[in-house]
């Protein structure tokens, strides 16, 4: 029954079942557990790949918030089991489950546009989940070194592992479990403590779940811990940081979506079509919107070659009093290139002195290749562009009369310390991404995408606006909760009046350094007092 109904899911991507299905499924799946406790390393490999796939279905667009403490209790048994290489090897089965089936959708772009045959593109994505795979087998490395039982000492150490995936070679901090709850009753530990204290509980229950259900930790405390964690975490939803600023006026935003193919976005013969496009979806919103926000690179052309189409859009933006934000392709004069954020007003346009904003954290083998002329040679077998060069970590927020936008491009908007510093430094009315999804169809990329930026928007109590090539474009409340959103794959503008609010909440104040912080101590603890 359970698998079956999640057959159904698959197909029906955006079911809600109510919470008592949920939690139903939940303790089906652990009753059927209570009897393998140390079973043979294929079975359990296997049992642990499965737990690892099902994963993906906690995440949008399915939105099957209660998988990821199912698939987190997989990864903890895993890590638990009592034979040293039988955990290893589970955990490396969970992980491959885990990222190949989350994250397959990377494929798409290389199949159709980076000219890479199928059988090399699943490989890559399969290398990819390897590599991913390597933090986990860290984390379990480091439960059975130092003999790690305590929940929270585990949640503790998976931070660490969490923290390094999310800084090397960049980082690449994709499907971190706490981004499953931003529909959940446990959604508002993120404004305290961020997504990494959302996946923090979530491996701390599921710590709990595998003692309890494997009949190791049956005791009064523990229990009373485990309800104790689930109210409090359950009691972070009555939780407000945030209130309507009533000393200012709503925005009037416009949020443009041009869904321009990717086969046609670069190809010269559909250049025109391209610009004719958001020209006339811009043009009935002038003088009636206060701002007009186009997607990532909406033209295809490097700016210094379409400076007089600029021009003509400055000057249109001066006269209605409606300003522009556009994505651009930014040569500067030292000839770096820059992915970058544009904004037209009443001052002439001037490429060297226009305000904007430059990405900072590039996409690898996407806008660079690593390790400099080491892998240079990529280039030519998958169809790289040319390196980009990045921007500042903290950089002015863009200014439109009296609001200013705290802004992400694209990939970032997954980096929340990223954001949260820019928030910090500047205290922006809105949070702002560009982006163009369409190098992943129809994929479940795009949804997951979406579903980081919602929750910087919950952890920083601030409104986030998206605009998408192909989308999804939308405007996400202080809550992280979708307010309006456009069709994907249409064509169309989204206009709405935004009000901006007064908020503080803890993590915009303090990050990630709390967390992390107490996490280092209590490993730091745990090891210096365990046994010999």
Request: glycine share 6%; aromatic share 14%; hydrophobic share 50%.
């Amino acid at each position: 029954i359970f698998i079956y109904d999640f057959r159904v899911a698959l197909r029906e991507e955006h079911v809600q079942l109510p919470y008592s299905f949920q939690f139903a499924y939940l303790f089906e799946f652990f009753i059927m557990l209570n009897s393998i406790k140390n079973p043979p390393r294929l079975i359990a490999c296997i049992i642990s790949f499965l737990f690892g796939a099902i994963g993906t279905l906690a995440f949008s667009p399915f939105d099957y918030w209660i998988i990821a403490f199912v698939s987190a209790f997989g990864l903890i048994w895993s890590a638990t089991l009592s034979q040293r290489k039988t955990a290893l090897w589970t955990t490396f089965a969970w992980s491959i489950g885990y990222f190949a089936i989350g994250v397959n959708w990377i494929h798409v772009s290389m199949i159709q546009f980076g000219g890479v045959p199928v059988v090399i593109s699943y490989l890559a994505v399969l290398l990819l989940a390897c590599y991913l795979a390597l933090y986990n087998l860290l984390f379990t490395w480091g439960v059975h070194k130092f003999k790690l039982k305590n929940p929270f000492v585990l949640a503790s150490l998976f931070t660490g592992t969490e923290y390094l995936r999310s800084i090397v070679l960049t980082g690449f901090p994709w499907l971190q479990l706490g981004y499953s709850q931003v529909d959940s009753p446990f959604a508002h530990i993120a404004p305290i403590f961020g997504v990494e204290g959302v996946t923090f509980f979530i491996i701390v229950i599921a710590t709990y779940l595998v003692q309890f259900i494997l009949q190791e930790n049956r005791k009064i405390k523990p229990l009373a811990t485990f309800t104790l964690l689930i109210a409090v975490g359950f009691a972070t939803r009555f939780a407000n940081f945030w209130q309507i600023d009533a000393e200012k006026q709503p925005l009037t935003v416009s949020l443009v979506q041009g869904n321009i193919e990717q086969k046609m976005k670069w190809d010269p013969a559909h250049f025109d079509y391209s610009v004719q496009t958001y020209v006339d979806l811009i043009r009935p919103l002038l003088g009636k919107s206060e701002v007009i926000i186009l997607p990532e690179s909406a033209i295809p052309a490097l700016e210094n070659q379409i400076s007089p189409l600029l021009s003509s859009m400055q000057n249109a933006s001066a006269e209605s009093q409606s300003d522009i934000i556009i994505g651009t392709l930014y040569q500067d004069n030292q000839n770096q290139l820059f992915n970058s954020a544009l904004l037209l007003n009443e001052q002439p346009y001037d490429a060297e002195q226009a305000p904007r904003y430059k990405k900072h954290h590039l996409v690898p083998f996407g806008e660079y290749v690593p390790f400099g002329s080491v892998l240079d040679w990529m280039r030519e077998v998958f169809i790289l562009p040319i390196n980009l060069s990045q921007g500042e970590f903290v950089q002015p927020a863009l200014q439109t009369k009296n609001t200013r936008f705290n802004l992400a491009i694209c990939y970032e908007i997954i980096f929340g310390d990223q954001v949260q510093q820019n928030q910090k430094n500047h205290n922006s009315d809105y949070l702002l991404t560009i982006t163009n999804d369409a190098w992943f169809g129809t994929s479940i990329g795009p949804w997951q995408h979406f579903q980081m930026a919602r929750m910087r928007a919950l952890e920083l109590g601030k409104p986030l606006l998206r605009s998408a090539n192909t989308g999804i474009t939308a405007i996400v409340d202080a809550n992280g909760k979708v307010v309006h959103q456009l069709p994907q794959f249409e064509k169309g503008v989204l206009t709405a009046q935004v009000s901006p609010v007064i908020s503080k909440t803890p993590f915009s104040l303090w990050g990630n350094t709390v967390l992390y912080s107490l996490s280092a101590l209590i490993v730091a603890l745990a090891v210096m007092r365990r046994k010999p």
